[in-house]
């Protein structure tokens, strides 16, 4: 069983940085790619950022590239999403999303390829 709990979320000014974590209880984590989405208020969910199971290969969305980076730490279960230089277009509730793969370079990039899902966390940008 595979369950996602975002954290990191908050308020920063326009030009900061945040680093969202999700962490799984469970003890599988590394079978899993793992993805980042976003939805901003009035918008449909859309990919941010992806990592393989064996966190070789990323994935990122043209909007964010070179300003967040996704990384994974299977010993603690855990993905992280770093976001620099935060602008107010970053605003949103950030979600982290998990597919048990067997293709160990395998990224994920639409919502409906992931199976399991974390609640979100509120990331807003403003001065």
């Known amino acids: 069983q595979v369950q996602l709990v975002e954290s990191g979320g908050g308020l920063v000014q326009p030009g900061g940085s945040l680093r969202l974590s999700c962490t799984d209880s469970g003890r599988t984590f590394s079978r899993y790619a793992m993805g980042w989405f976003r939805q901003a208020l009035g918008k449909e969910r859309e990919f941010v950022a992806g990592?393989?199971?064996?966190?070789?290969?990323?994935k990122y969305a043209r909007s964010v590239k070179g300003r967040f980076t996704i990384s994974r730490d299977n010993a603690k279960n855990t993905v992280y999403l770093q976001m620099n230089n935060l602008n107010s277009d970053d605003t949103a509730v950030y979600y982290c999303?998990?597919?048990?793969?067997?293709?160990?370079?395998?990224?994920?990039?639409?919502?409906?390829?992931?199976?399991?899902w974390g609640q979100g966390t509120q990331v807003t940008v403003s001065s």
């Open positions: 999303a998990a597919l048990g793969a067997t293709d160990p370079l395998l990224i994920p990039t639409t919502m409906d390829e992931y199976q399991y």
């Open positions: 990592i393989s199971r064996s966190g070789l290969t990323t």
